[in-house]
């Protein structure tokens, strides 16, 4: 079956540091999410990516789909305390609306030491 | 624009008990629907999804079911919950490339 890993699984950065997380697929996809989840909420989308090597940026946010369209990455440049929370990739296949079954990595638990 | 409505945010059921938690969007047709639960602190678990009225796709065998009685309505049941039932329940949605979340539903069986 389909394997989806997501690492780290866990960090504690200094507030300033930058970050790192990815995730590899044993398939391929034509579209990456990734999401924040903070305590208690429903997971936020952060950056959707659309094309094999396509870098996009949300702020301090960098996202890459990678070019054999089975990982991505995921950076935060400058950590602050607020960025604290879970993150999840999201990879998808999705054909003009059909359906597309959304599955999650497992997350990466970011807690920023103050 | 699109709005995603779950509830109850909260829930506490003894065991036994049945389970209806709802789930609404508005701003769109015909969306894809899923339910996920969630374990403290773990990973999102897809529990059930649905392209289309009447249409349900189950992803893990359990004491749930759910059901899409309208276009833009999910609801998750269960006739008896189990202690196991505890957790964040999250309904989404999409239509093609991105997904949104309701706010979640937290399940405490007691």
């Known amino acids: 079956g389909q394997q989806l890993n997501q690492s780290p699984q866990s960090m504690f950065i200094q507030e300033g540091e930058d970050v790192s997380m990815n995730c590899t697929s044993s398939?391929?996809?034509?579209?990456w999410l990734w999401y924040k989840q903070d305590p208690g909420e429903g997971p936020v989308l952060l950056i959707a990516l659309y094309k094999a090597g396509e870098l996009t940026s949300n702020g301090r946010l960098t996202a890459q789909f990678g070019i054999t369209r089975k990982d991505s990455f995921l950076n935060i440049s400058a950590s602050i305390p607020s960025d604290v929370g879970i993150y999840f990739c999201?990879?998808?296949?999705?054909?003009?609306?059909?359906?597309?079954?959304?599955?999650f990595g497992k997350g990466t638990k970011l807690s920023v030491k103050p | 624009s699109q709005t995603i409505h779950q509830w109850p945010a909260t829930l506490v059921q003894p065991v036994g008990s049945p389970l209806s938690l709802e789930c609404t969007v508005e701003?769109?047709?015909?969306?894809?629907l899923y339910w996920y639960r969630q374990a403290a602190g773990r990973g999102l678990q897809l529990l059930f999804y649905s392209v289309g009225i009447g249409q349900i796709s189950s992803e893990v065998p359990q004491n749930l079911s759910a059901s899409r009685p309208q276009d833009r309505q999910f609801i998750l049941s269960s006739k008896k919950l189990l202690l196991s039932d505890s957790g964040f329940y999250l309904c989404a949605w999409d239509r093609g490339a991105e997904a949104f979340f309701g706010q979640g539903t937290r399940l405490t069986v007691v």
């Open positions: 701003g769109t047709s015909n969306p894809n």
């Open positions: 398939s391929i996809f034509n579209t």
């Open positions: 999201a990879p998808k296949d999705h054909y003009g609306g059909s359906q597309g079954n959304l599955i």
